[in-house]
Nanobody, 120 residues
Framework: QVQLVESGGGLVQPGGSLRLSCAAS????????MGWYRQAPGKQRDLVAH???????TYADSVKDRFTISRDFAKNTMYLQMNGLKPEDTAVYYC??????????????WGQGTQVTVSS
């Protein structure tokens, strides 16, 4: 069973940057896509960005040109570089993995997430 641990969140002013990390235990993740999700209070969990096993990426329109997803296969870690942060980016950020976006999204297993708060 792969365990995922998110880290790197915090409080940042509008326009600032953060880099989130998703460290995975276990092996074999190189075969899977991985993704970053976020959930704001009272809202559903939404996909922010995803990266395939071959390095292809997709982004939600709201974060395009501001966020960059990447993964280090050797370190079994995925990252989310977030620049130009806005108050509406405030949420708990989660990572997950799966063969497809659908399997990631519908996963019943989620980590504790990392809180990102954008406020002056």
């Amino acid at each position: 069973q792969v365990q995922l641990v998110e880290s790197g969140g915090g409080l940042v002013q509008p326009g600032g940057s953060l880099r989130l990390s998703c460290a995975a235990s276990g092996s074999g993740l190189g075969l899977y896509a991985m993704g970053w999700y976020r959930q704001a209070p009272g809202k559903q969990r939404d996909l922010v960005a995803h990266i395939t096993s071959r390095g292809g990426t997709t982004y939600a329109d709201s974060v395009k040109d501001r966020f960059t997803i990447s993964r280090d296969f050797a370190k079994n870690t995925m990252y989310l570089q977030m620049n130009g942060l806005k108050p509406e980016d405030t949420a708990v950020y989660y990572c997950n993995y799966g063969l497809t976006i659908a399997t990631m999204t519908n996963s019943g297993s989620w980590g504790q997430g990392t809180q990102v708060t954008v406020s002056s």
